[in-house]
């Protein structure tokens, strides 16, 4: 007897795997805001907006504020500092409030880096965010382990 063929969320699991696996396995990671991590792993966001530059360009842990790794991307670049007009609007892609955008909140953060390919993880990893410099995290060789096999 034939098997049956995958039906679509089988498809997008293969998908997954096959796309994490081509992925290598973050080293470093990045913390950001619960409501901003949601957009880029949801698909309705890719740029994560900072105040400064960074050199940084490889697959990375996406941490959500609190110490849990949700996810991974690929941080491709970054796009320089962003004026008024430049920057994302109300009904970009990434979702700035009007009222955000008057308030002059988000003034200073502008510089967009840019992510690409993100994949929530199937089960969270907790990881100590003590060493966070800018938001950066140092993964520890386990938490390395950890995403591995959370990446298959």
């Known amino acids: 007897m034939g098997s049956k063929p995958p039906d679509a969320q089988e498809m997008l699991v293969v998908s997954a795997c096959h796309l994490a696996l081509k992925t290598k396995v973050p080293t470093k ?10 957009k880029i792993l949801n698909g309705t966001g890719s740029w994560e907006m900072r105040t400064g ?35 994302p609007q109300p009904g970009d892609q990434e979702r ?7 308030s002059g ?7 967009a880096w840019v992510l690409e390919n993100a994949l929530p993880l199937m089960a969270t990893i907790s990881c100590q965010t ?8 140092n993964l520890e060789p386990y938490i390395q382990e950890q995403l591995m096999l959370a990446m298959a």
């Open 29 to 38: 990671g990045l913390i950001i805001d619960g409501q901003h991590i949601d």
């Open 53 to 87: 530059f960074t050199h940084h360009s490889k697959s990375i842990a996406l941490i959500k504020q609190g110490g849990l790794i949700v996810g991974i991307a690929n941080l491709v670049g970054i796009k320089r500092p962003l004026n008024y007009k430049t920057r």
């Open 96 to 102: 700035v409030s009007q009222e955000r955008l008057q």
């Open 105 to 111: 909140e988000i003034d200073n953060w502008d510089i």
């Open 130 to 137: 003590l060493n966070d410099l800018d938001g950066w995290v």
